[in-house]
């Protein structure tokens, strides 16, 4: 077993974001195919299940892994920022990260297992635009907004407008995402992740909850949820949270709560779950979410 | 001094934890192509024509077809198996052509512009339909295999008993997944063919060769590399791949060498049988069991491969541990447009134990008794006779086993404080008692007649030639263990030789938890022999030992050859299926503590506590990790694994979706080893073991996630999604 | 391409195409096969190696990602321990591993080795700590063994936490170890 098509591929190792730009401005001009290269566990899988047939049609591979540019975690006030190419271990590792956003660790460390945190990257599962993303489901639930870079100027946009399909987006095939900023939520915020898997870890969410809940006086002040594995598209819940936001905690009824859930999924049958089993969990994980947030 | 019963440290240890070993793999040839394997994309259908791409450069590469295999036949119990479908083809991963090229790359791009013109054939995946005979996929009828075990008057017991009970009850296929793939290194010299590699059988593959090359004996040397697991699963396949790359290497006259992809090796190689399994029973109202009645279907996939002794050993397993007067089984194998079943630890017995045990936890619960209680109050004991009509005369440790492993696992609280409901997780506790017998089933070891040999080698040292592989189970540790015992030697003046049927005797295959026991002592036997020819060149010559040793050496009387000495007193009749099935059994008794997630039907398996009877554990630690790992693999069956088939083809054939435990799923052991000693076995009564622990887990969990949730699962898998199902069933009626 | 890399502590240098995985490099013209392929796809963790001291799978890793880093083998964990003659190559771990029934077959065992190393250089080296049972169930979840049910795995590894530091590895093997021989008796061909 090897995989001998990976020798079709060039590799070039840009030595600053905005040479990156440039190759993939002057490539997608050409509309020659280009591929960022972060931790490399979603495209080395990708290739070994279709292989590149000839040198021709072979993607180029930009190693953006070590870029400085897209490196890094740092908070300023209440904002934090995540470089693209920051690892599931690096998240794990951060003492700011842990002690205000503990859902980023806490889904770290359901993903895969801990060489796929040593590897992987939010960025790639983010670029990968798959419903299963675990990492897109966290961010989803922190309302983090999304940066992207190209030779025409960088833009920034929420991750809810990220998303135009299964496995599409708004990213332009010149785009680098850059990072990600998250308003850190306040002390004493409610931070919820979920993940029912296929086994405890090297897993991939049959649905995965994340959520986001800041309460005053009883009331709901912020809210966020991202669902995983339960639409085309992570989940981000509107009826549920619509439901829920400014309103008295003791007053969101469970039937509320399911009805709101179901009209927000539309999940299907596949090789790892069933469409109606998921529909279950989807409305266990939302009624988990509000009883223990509760009763805090 | 004593090895035997002590863990000594595995003998191919270091190898392994150094990286030195050396599995197929890391070995390679001077000028060794590499080979692929091209299948079938229908499930059945007539080969019409294959199509090479003219416009594809094909200098150097080597192409194989029907057309190019001497003798078409993979030779196992039936030649109906061919190396490559020239014809019919039967399933979804057939193979139809070979091709090899020692450029991997170019051996990938030639592999897509091969294509195939198949006239496809209504295919048959389920086998009632193929009992039926709504397509006729394996002439005459469809049929693999049948038999009938009878004892007493079943039907007329069942008429006249207090409470009887039925169920109907299935299982599903089973995937190996040792983690080594299939893979073999082989080509043709002057000496004439050689294959190295991954090899549970070595004869296996020396008879599989000489059939398609018509060559004799001593034209096939077969060696095993270090391997990387087999579980049953490297058993008959070898012998396919083998023959491959055998092909491709006498046709290119290059070494060749073939490593499947994972998926290809999940794929096209063979699985557990499923089966499904009808059963009534009759008891007194105190629990006292009386008869039995029991019909089994079994799949025995596209071809007969090894299905006849799957199905055979299942329905030996079928009436479970238990004394009844009255049995009546009968089974079925039927073949259908999937991949070949075949050898899975356990071999048939974890299907009809899975079956009897969920049938007998059902019997518990209407008559309002504890299932263990009702076990073990039926369990066989010395003197009662089986289901084939056996008595046993001895090794019969199960009593030993239910008290250890109630004690242990606090079984008699557990169970009686009912479900424990915390928030909206429930935990439960279930057992399985079994029995599994060791060896060959009936008159098999009489016709076998396993060889092994012992040489002493200059400078004191003892060699052990055997057929036996290692394939992670410690063969080669517990052989010098128990050949430096007979012998009086320290382990370090041991060596194993690397099998290869050039160079050891036919032991007989590495199957039936046969290894220890019968070869074993047959290693004993011939370790014993050699120790007397040194006392008494000691006695005749007062030389010290290592000087009478090697002046045995010196005359050409350092070798040991000894054949199984079967057990005379034992009968058995393959016509009407009655009398001494095994020579012994191995016996268990299974407890697991699970925690079910209300919510999402997840369940945790929180403890597990195995006892089990081997006779003797001439290595305890060995012993302990062959029935963690087989219980394992059980859990495994039960709560994560499912093929997932869509028209004989395999959706989840990778190991991000086909789906083993890893060490957080796993639960932590409690392992308790009773010895009840077998008189014949060595090291002082050791029994097999090897598949004993894949019969208890599955049954086990099943009958623990029921006392946590109400939900009682009569199939396999319980899969968070089919308890899910069966609940809102339950709710619903 | 010419990728430059410290391979178990020696420099090397490697004359691949760019994306060659990292477990081919090693296994072809490194020439450390120590390092097994189960699936290919990151999901069986017989290919785990070091990388910076992070275990990572090498089927996932393009060579030419590694350019400058150290990568660490299961070949190199006797010999780091810097004193390979006197244990026959066998870190104390590898030792455990073969006295407590760690391993079976074999083919999990380097890269479990690798995963357990990277948790003991954490807690035991990093924190003076020993690990957890959790802990160490959780730093090999990524490494697939369908042998031994994980026990004797979990078991090696605390017996190796308790050690670690504590005893000389060159004495306990040599108590513990007599036959150890660190070159198989079956490497044919
Ligand atoms: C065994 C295994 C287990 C896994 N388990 C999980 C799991 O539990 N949960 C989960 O969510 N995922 C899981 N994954 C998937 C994968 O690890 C994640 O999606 C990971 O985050 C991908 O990141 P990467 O850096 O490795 O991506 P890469 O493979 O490097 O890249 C993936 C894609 O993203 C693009 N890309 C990368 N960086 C950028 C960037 N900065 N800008 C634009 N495009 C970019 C690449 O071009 C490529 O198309 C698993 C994978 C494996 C192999
Ligand atoms: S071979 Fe790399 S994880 Fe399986
Ligand atoms: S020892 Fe065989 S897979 Fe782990």
Redo the contacts between chains.
Sequence with gaps: ???????????E?PDSLGSVCERLAERAARGEKTVL?A???DW??ER?VA?A??GSEAEL?L?V??LPELRGISASGDTLWIGAATTY?ELRRHPVVAARVPLLPAMS?DV?????Q??GTLGGNLATASPAADGVGALAALDATVHLLSVRGPRSIAISDYFTGYKRSVRAADEVITGFTVQMPGEGSFQYWRK?G???????S?VALAGVAEVSDGQVTRLGLGMVSVAPTTAFLPTVRALALRRPLDRIADSALDAATQADVSPIDD????G??RR??SG??V??FFRTLRSR | MSNVGTSVPRTDGPSKVVGTAKYVDDLSMPGMLHGATLRSPVARGILKRIVKDPAFDWTGITFVDATDVPVNVVALIQDDQPVLASHEIRHRYEPLALIACDDALRLARAARHVTFEIEPLPAIFDPRASFERREIVAPPDNVFGRYRITKGDAEAALASCEVVVSGTYSVHHQEQLYIEPQGVIAWFDERGAHVHGSIQCPYYVQKGVKKTFVLTESDVDVVQTVTGGGFGGKEEYPTVISLHALLLAKKSRRPVKMIYDRQEDIEATTKRHPAEIGIVTGCDRDGTLRAISIHVLMDGGAYVTLTPVVLSRGILHAAGAYRWEHVLAEAVAVATNTPPNGAFRGFGAPQTIWAVERHLDKVARQLGMDPLVLKSNNVLRVGDTTATSQTLKESVGIGECIEKARTASDWDRKRALGPVVQGRKARGIGACVFMHGAGFTGSGERRLKGRVALDLLLGGRVRIRTASTDIGQGTETVFSQIAADALGLPMSQVEFLQPSTARVPDSGPTVASRTVMVVGSIVEAAARELKERIDAEQAATGLDRRRAMDALVFRAMGTAEHVYDTPRDLEWDDATYRGDAYPVYGWGCDIAEVEVDLDTFETKVLGFWAAADVGKAIHPTHCKGQIEGGTLQAIGWALHEQIVWKDGAILNGRMTNYIVPTSLDAPPFTTLLVEAPYSRGPGGGAKGIGELPMDGGAPAIAAAIEHATGISMDNLPCLPEDLFERARKGRAA | MIVRLEVNGERRLVDLPPLTRLLDALRGPLGLTGTKEGCGEGECGSCTVLLDGDPVNACLVATAQCEGRSVTTVEGLGALDGRARETGGLSLLQAAFVTEGGAQCGICTPGMLIAAEALLRETVDGANRKPTDTEIREAVAGNICRCTGYQRIVDSIAQAAALRRRVSPADWVRENLPFAKAEGTRGLL
């Design positions: 077993m090897s995989l001998p098509e990976l020798s079709l591929h060039g590799l190792r290269l931790g490399g566990t080395f899988v070994h292989p047939t000839d591979v190693d892994s070590r271990l460390k895969g297992a801990v060489q796929i040593a590897r029912v296929t086994r405890l870890a090297q897993a991939i049959k090789v790892r779950s069933t109606d089993y279950h969990v266990a994980l009624r988990e």
